[in-house]
């Protein structure tokens, strides 16, 4: 899972169901499911199970608390109502709800069918999805009817106690004007449903759909289908309009992994919201086995879309080696609503983050400088966290406090524990090998269907790479110093810098400058707040009403787009703000003058250690 933070501080119908005729016929147990697209009522969708044959007088069925690949307590049960039980007549049967997730059934034994109406988690959320209960969007779900559903299928198919490992069957009737892209096989011909079967409930939480207008485009990659889909509600952007970008990208990490990865197909499916307030706020993405569901802004320009898919596309990507391919028993035999995390996020989430950096290096698509600012970044970034807070312990109770607050710290000091092993390893291989021989060896190892313990990983690391290797997990992943990453960087003749950058014009740090007057919508500049020079310059001043920069009007609906436009602007280009001060309407016209900081970087200066650097970044 990735999370991106955008910062806008700157302000009981049961009809239309087919139920499955073979499922009492079948020789082998399954669970069946319909699921009707067609008939939305209220914002909410029917859900029918037909059971397998229950041999205990009582029953569970249950709705996942937590799911792989997040690490929050989500309760998508909360999301279900009018949950109703049927024996083969039709006749009531008892339930009675548990918990937020659990509902038990009484006479199981008689059980033929559970219906329920399903509500979407996208029209719930009132922030980011991040540091508040809202559920993540990447993993939430989208009722729109006869325009788009996002179904990541734990919000709408649970599971029968002690049924997990059976087959699943799902129906899905839908509109015919609407197609559901998914990395999974439709077994039906027909244009208004699709039937797909999986093995058992864990696959199928790991197969979400997307239905919306067909937009998709595919292509291959060293024998590996990629499937990209779109869903923008004004038609902005399309799968044709980014697929060069993803091609290139997608074609960059395959050769990367090398034989690591053997997945036929891999789908990403990228929801793009209105940002109304009913549409996701939460963007980001969450891995899966053999796909990436991705939220973001639909109103983003181009190039800060496709960075941001690059971003977060090739983070979920290299998931597929950990923890999909390399994983402890908490994950092999997940919980779904009574987890017990496991000790290794560095690994699951942090080496993961280091790849989705490193190898833009190592195949020519970023430049060195680029790639020492990410790493000032993330360590400017770790240091900002708790700093002494064993990673392990976090990892292990992630969904507690204070644990749970350190959660980002996966993807900036995870990923930095990444990048020292992996100089550790070039430098006691001579640059032979790095972390990514490591993971080969992990994956030939463990596996798919072969977890490992918790407790056992470091010793089995140490025995695959060097004592080394061994003592910096035990004393900076498992204890709590504090990484000297000079000391690390500089096995690679690497040291720190200083930098003159152009900032964020209309913020500091994470602070604005601007604002909304929530009465008129519009956008105001800050009383009584240091401004920078892009404001100086203008004199534009505190209390000021920004109306409209080079004829574009701009206000609440679309100040995120004001931001990331601006960070295309470049210095001295001429520029025309149309502003309100005291009541009256002002044209200020001038140059755009950017606010240069000094930040922190890192610079290669040891030409001694020039071979092993150059493995470490293109080996």
């Not at 990209?228 to 399309?238: D, E």
């Not at 090998?433 to 992990?442: E, F, S, V």
Request: glycine share 6%.
């Amino acid at each position: 899972m990735k999370k991106i933070i955008v910062t806008l501080a700157l302000a009981a119908v049961f009809l239309g169901c087919k139920t499955g005729s073979s499922t009492t016929a079948s020789a082998k147990p399954e669970v069946a499911v319909n699921i009707n697209l067609n008939d939305v009522k209220d914002d909410k969708v029917l859900v029918t199970v037909t059971a397998p044959k229950i041999n205990t007088d009582e029953v569970t069925y249950s709705i996942p608390k937590t799911v792989p690949g997040t690490y929050s307590e989500d309760n998508y049960g909360k999301y279900i109502d009018d949950l109703k039980a049927y024996d083969s007549k039709g006749v009531l049967l008892t339930v009675k709800k548990l918990d937020d997730n659990t509902w038990s059934i009484a006479n199981a034994k008689t059980l033929k069918t559970i219906t329920y109406l399903v509500n979407d988690t996208f029209d719930t959320e009132k922030g980011t999805g991040f540091g508040n209960d809202d559920v993540f969007s990447p993993a939430g779900t989208n009722i729109d009817a006869g325009v788009n559903f996002m179904i990541n299928t734990h919000g709408f198919v649970g599971y029968f106690q002690d049924k997990l490992d059976i087959p699943y069957k799902v129906t899905i009737a839908h509109p015919a004007t609407l197609w559901g892209a998914t990395s999974m096989t439709d077994e039906d011909a027909s244009n208004t449903s699709d039937v797909f079967t999986t093995s058992h409930y864990a696959v199928l939480v790991e197969n979400p759909i997307m239905y919306s207008k067909p937009d998709y485009t595919s292509f291959d990659v060293n024998g590996m289908e990629i499937q990209i889909a779109v869903y923008s509600p004004t038609g902005k952007f399309t799968a044709e309009s980014i697929t060069p970008e993803m091609k290139t990208i997608m074609t960059a990490q395959k050769n990367f992994l090398g034989k690591i990865n053997s997945t036929k197909k891999y789908t990403v499916l990228l929801y793009l919201s209105s940002m109304k307030p009913t549409d996701a706020h939460g963007f980001g993405a969450l891995e899966h086995p053999t796909a990436t569901t991705v939220v973001l802004p639909e109103m983003m320009p181009k190039e800060e879309l496709v960075k941001s898919m690059k971003d977060v596309v090739s983070h979920e990507f290299f998931h597929i080696v950990t923890p999909l391919t390399i994983h402890s028993k908490e994950i092999q035999y997940f919980d779904y609503n009574a987890p017990k995390m496991s000790e290794h996020l560095w690994m699951y989430e942090g080496v993961t983050e280091y790849f989705a950096n490193l190898f833009q290096i190592n195949q020519g698509l970023i430049d060195e400088s680029e790639f020492y600012s990410r790493i000032a970044e993330k360590i400017e970034h770790a240091k900002a966290l708790n700093d002494t807070m064993s990673f392990t312990k976090m990892s292990a109770n992630v969904l507690e406090q204070p644990y749970k607050d350190q959660y980002l710290n996966v993807y900036e000091k995870g990923a930095l524990i990444g990048m020292c092993i992996d100089i550790i390893i070039r430098e006691k291989s001579n640059g032979e090998r790095g972390i990514l021989d490591l993971m080969h060896k992990l994956s030939d190892e463990y596996g798919v269907t072969k977890p490992f313990n918790d407790n056992e990983l470091f010793a089995k690391i140490t025995q695959l790479t060097y004592p080394e290797v061994g003592a910096f997990l035990n004393t900076y992943v498992a204890g709590t110093t504090p990484i000297p990453y000079d000391t690390y960087l500089a096995k690679v003749g690497v040291t720190n810098a200083a930098e003159k950058v152009p900032g964020t014009i209309f913020l500091k740090g994470q602070t604005p400058y601007i604002t909304i007057n929530p009465e008129t919508k519009q956008i105001m500049v800050i009383p009584e707040m240091e401004l920078n020079t892009f404001f100086k310059n203008l004199d534009l001043r505190g209390g000021d009403y920004i109306l409209s920069i080079n004829e574009k009007p701009y206000s609440l609906v679309n100040i995120y787009e004001l931001i990331t436009e601006s960070q295309t602007w470049k210095e001295d280009a001429p520029i025309t703000v149309k502003i309100k001060r005291d009541g009256k309407e002002l044209t200020l016209k001038g140059a755009v003058k950017l606010p240069y900081e000094e930040k922190n970087t890192f610079k290669a200066t040891d030409n001694s250690k020039q071979a092993l650097r150059n493995a470490w970044l293109k080996g």
